[in-house]
């Protein structure tokens, strides 16, 4: 991914954050078969606040791409936060010197590492447990894997496979318009403000 440096985002902190706000991911695997990129929800887990920790996600096991997973293999994890397409009908500055273009503002993380293939049925439960977890927790009722009958959910879980990612580089880009003077980023925050959709709105909040 190129990152012109004034779009660098390397607070390894803000990173795991980042990956844990927006989940949903995608999983791209490299072989001499050939690209492949699969969307899953991931589950972010560290040890300590200094760790990058490992990133946990399961497939279908129908989907043929796990048995493409070698033990140690390279994976790369991306991640997609809100994007916003920019008007230079918002900029100060188109007044005064038309030397204005459209853009699109983004945030993405990419998480290198190494993968392995997950079958183990207690490891499998504990991982539904976490990701169902991580996103009940703000629901007014939280649903756990525990209410679904114990039979239903075996059957389940003999359904999928685990992959586990010992993540080894997190590399993090947030085009907020950081590169505009600062009339032009309050002209860019009011105008994703006014606009319509969730997406504009979530990528004001990046703008200072």
């Given at each position: 991914m190129y990152i012109p440096n004034h779009f660098k985002e390397e607070?390894?902190?803000?990173?795991?954050?980042?990956?844990?706000?927006?989940?949903?991911?995608?999983l791209v695997i490299s072989d001499d078969e050939g690209i492949e990129a699969n969307h899953v929800p991931f589950h972010l887990s560290c040890r300590s606040e200094d760790s990058l920790g490992h990133l946990q996600c399961h497939l279908a096991r129908n989907n043929p791409v796990w048995q493409r997973i070698q033990d140690g293999?390279?994976?790369?994890?991306?991640?997609?936060g809100p994007d916003a397409y920019i008007s230079p009908s918002w900029y100060p500055t188109k007044a005064e010197t038309g030397r204005v273009v459209p853009t699109w503002n983004y945030l993405a993380v990419h998480a290198q590492g190494s993968a392995r293939i997950v079958q183990e049925p207690s490891w499998l439960k504990n991982h539904l447990h976490h990701l169902t977890d991580q996103h009940e927790s703000e629901m007014v009722t939280p649903w756990s894997v525990d209410d679904a009958p114990a039979d239903f959910t075996e059957r389940l879980v003999q359904a999928i496979v685990g992959v586990e990612i010992k993540v080894e580089t997190l590399t993090g880009k947030l085009k907020a318009?950081?590169?505009q003077p600062a009339g032009n980023r309050a002209g860019v925050k009011a105008g994703?403000?006014?606009?319509?959709?969730?997406?504009n709105?979530?990528?004001?909040?990046?703008i200072s």
């Amino acid at each position: 991914m190129y990152i012109p440096n004034h779009f660098k985002e390397e607070n390894q902190k803000k990173l795991k954050q980042y990956v844990r706000d927006y989940s949903f991911g995608l999983l791209v695997i490299s072989d001499d078969e050939g690209i492949e990129a699969n969307h899953v929800p991931f589950h972010l887990s560290c040890r300590s606040e200094d760790s990058l920790g490992h990133l946990q996600c399961h497939l279908a096991r129908n989907n043929p791409v796990w048995q493409r997973i070698q033990d140690g293999a390279r994976v790369l994890a991306i991640f997609q936060g809100p994007d916003a397409y920019i008007s230079p009908s918002w900029y100060p500055t188109k007044a005064e010197t038309g030397r204005v273009v459209p853009t699109w503002n983004y945030l993405a993380v990419h998480a290198q590492g190494s993968a392995r293939i997950v079958q183990e049925p207690s490891w499998l439960k504990n991982h539904l447990h976490h990701l169902t977890d991580q996103h009940e927790s703000e629901m007014v009722t939280p649903w756990s894997v525990d209410d679904a009958p114990a039979d239903f959910t075996e059957r389940l879980v003999q359904a999928i496979v685990g992959v586990e990612i010992k993540v080894e580089t997190l590399t993090g880009k947030l085009k907020a318009s950081q590169n505009q003077p600062a009339g032009n980023r309050a002209g860019v925050k009011a105008g994703l403000e006014a606009g319509e959709g969730a997406q504009n709105r979530a990528m004001a909040k990046f703008i200072s």
